[in-house]
């Protein structure tokens, strides 16, 4: 897999979708109610800050990945057990984002069925794909993220037919004050989805064409986080910020209220593919995250090994991590992203970045 390499497109395909994934089905600052469109604005901007701090530490160590530069930041022995913390998170992370597309089917189309064969389906798919290694996937979001882009703004128009569709559910902006806001969306809005892209820094070895990861990092972030936005507008102006709040499916939701001359409707299989798509870019980066780490870190001469064990620990991780969908969203949003993903995601960043920094000046002089 080392010899392998994506495009600068294929790349930007996958983590634009990436940071989608299943962030345009559930909802982004529901707490805040109409006002999530700012909310998600400033997660945007954390992002690209993030960003760069990840694109320079890759541009400190070109060619090596997360987990190939740690030792040379921190030294061989501490960096072994941050390197684990990383894979772990890549691997929980899948299995969340497996909980989440198991929930939506058993609760929607698939009512008999047990989440167990949901998500045991799709993770075989899943193997299957990443038995081909980054190539495959690259090609699989060049030929998938059109028309996954093509079907939301489908969704989109098909909204304004709605008559519950009202602009004035936006207001009042800002009704609670600045400081509420600021306060919800710094870190989780950052965290979830714009931090999770640290797994960027896995890929960035592999593009073909050395010195565009930057541009494709932030471009990932721009134009997945503003879609984002556009999406919560559009679901606030048809739920209104209430049922906003409280609904777990938002994008279901507000696509349930589509009926077109009492002929058209129903487009709920829409959306259901939708998030299919979305956990598949999500579930990738993640997986392939955690096999490149495990293969890097143990040295691994395949992948396949690493590949195979993580698509049975991935389906078993995600049906016992909770007990109901309530709790897992729980554990997520009030431990996991505020607690986790701030010392994973942003902290033990900058202080990698500050130590890379001070390492280059000193061997500079």
Not at 211 to 235: D, F, P, Y
Not at 262 to 290: H, P, Q
Request: glycine share 8%; with cysteine; proline share 4%.
């Amino acid at each position: 897999m080392e010899k392998e390499k994506i495009s600068s497109l294929q790349l930007f395909y996958l983590m634009a979708g990436y940071v989608l994934g299943t962030a345009i089905i559930l909802g982004l600052g529901t707490t805040v109610k109409q006002d999530a469109w700012l909310f998600i604005l400033i997660g945007i901007f954390g992002g690209l800050i993030l960003m760069m701090v990840f694109t320079q530490l890759s541009s400190y160590y070109p060619g090596d990945t997360l987990v190939q530069m740690l030792p040379k930041i921190i030294g061989k022995y501490l960096s072994y057990p941050v390197a684990l913390l990383y894979i772990f998170h890549f691997t929980y992370s899948a299995a969340r984002a497996c909980r989440e597309l198991g929930d939506l089917i058993v609760t929607t189309i698939l009512t008999e069925t047990p989440m167990v064969v949901v998500i045991g389906s799709f993770m075989l798919l899943m193997v299957y794909c990443l038995l081909g290694g980054v190539e495959t996937i690259g090609r699989m979001a060049e030929i998938v993220f059109p028309i996954y882009i093509f079907a939301l703004i489908l969704i989109w128009i098909l909204l304004f037919s709605t008559t519950e569709f009202n602009p004035k559910n936006l207001t009042p902006v800002l009704g609670n004050g600045l400081m509420p806001l600021v306060k919800s969306a710094i870190p989780s809005g950052i965290n979830f989805p714009f931090g999770e892209t640290i797994v960027i820094m896995m890929f960035f070895p592999f593009l073909n064409k050395k010195g565009k990861h930057r541009k494709v990092g932030m471009l990932s972030i721009l134009v997945g986080g503003l879609l984002l936005t556009v999406n919560s507008i559009m679901m606030i102006f048809v739920l209104g910020p209430e049922i906003y709040n409280k609904d777990l499916f938002t994008l279901l939701a507000a696509t349930q209220m589509v009926s077109i001359a009492d002929f058209l409707e129903r487009f709920d299989a829409l959306v259901i593919l939708m998030m299919v798509t979305g956990v598949f870019f999500k579930v990738s980066g993640f997986t392939l995250g955690a096999v490149l780490g495990i293969s890097q870190l143990f040295k691994l001469k395949k992948n396949r090994p690493a590949v195979i064990v993580l698509g049975i620990i991935i389906p078993a991780l995600a049906l016992v991590s909770a007990s109901s969908y309530v709790e897992h969203l729980e554990f997520g949003f009030k431990i996991y992203v505020p607690y986790v993903h701030t010392v994973l995601q942003i902290m033990i960043p900058f202080l990698l970045l500050m130590i890379a920094f001070i390492k280059k000046k000193r061997a500079h002089k």
